[in-house]
């Protein structure tokens, strides 16, 4: 199964939108001084949790921009996934960056998700704007031949591999120069790779 390109786009789309919604009506907010029923303090940030279980905080950038981004893992929840602080600095680091994963897993698509949700923020921490390229950790039966193959063995600290995948534990590490995102299973990985998120934007 392989999220067609159309798709991914679409995703994005939709997903700027909701999230600028959310992200402005809890600015109001917070500047009027009245905090909705359903938000929290997190680290000084105003977390809004939607209906939908997605939370919601405004980032400042360094242009003094706010942006807001959306997560699916609640940040109170963030002390049960371990990170190595060293995966912040490579991603921030790399010239170009390989997200692998192994297309041969079943529920695929989760794992997509959670490939996505470390992507779309590398853009605000690496301010070299790498290439993001999507890879496979195995080949396809039949191989799609548009897709590299990548996994950490390849990885530097100019073209960096990120590899996602199931695993025994839920974490985030650094094996030499390569980032490995591993979740005990798929809606687990999605929460690691949103904990690799939090850490690019400052948050552990």
């Given at each position: 199964m392989?999220?067609?390109?159309?798709?991914?786009?679409?995703?994005?789309?939709?997903?700027?939108?909701?999230?600028?919604?959310?992200?402005?009506?809890?600015?109001?907010?917070?500047?009027?001084?009245?905090?909705?029923?359903?938000?929290?303090?997190?680290?000084?940030?105003?977390?809004?949790?939607?209906q939908d279980g997605f939370f919601t905080m405004i980032f400042l950038l360094t242009n003094n921009q706010q942006i807001p981004v959306q997560f699916r893992l609640d940040p109170r929840e963030l002390s049960t996934i371990s990170i190595d602080r060293g995966t912040v600095n490579l991603v921030q680091n790399a010239d170009k960056i390989y997200t692998t994963f192994n297309p041969n897993e079943k529920q695929v698509?989760?794992?997509?998700?959670?490939?996505?949700?470390?992507?779309?923020?590398?853009?605000?921490?690496?301010?070299?704007?790498?290439?993001?390229?999507?890879?496979?950790?195995?080949?396809?039966?039949?191989?799609?031949?548009d897709i590299p193959l990548r996994t950490c063995t390849d990885s530097t600290a100019e073209e960096l591999v990120i590899q996602f995948e199931i695993g025994n534990t839920n974490e985030i590490v650094k094996i030499s120069d390569c980032v490995k995102v591993i979740g005990k299973d798929n809606d687990a990985l999605i929460n690691s790779a949103d904990r690799l998120g939090y850490a690019l934007v400052g948050i552990y």
């Open positions: 392989k999220i067609k390109t159309a798709d991914i786009v679409t995703f994005a789309v939709i997903f700027i939108l909701v999230s600028s919604i959310l992200g402005l009506y809890t600015f109001k907010d917070d500047q009027k001084g009245q905090i909705p029923e359903n938000a929290f303090y997190y680290q000084d940030y105003l977390v809004y949790e939607d698509g989760k794992i997509q998700v959670a490939v996505l949700e470390v992507s779309r923020l590398i853009s605000l921490v690496n301010a070299k704007g790498p290439s993001i390229i999507e890879s496979f950790s195995e080949d396809t039966n039949p191989i799609t031949l």
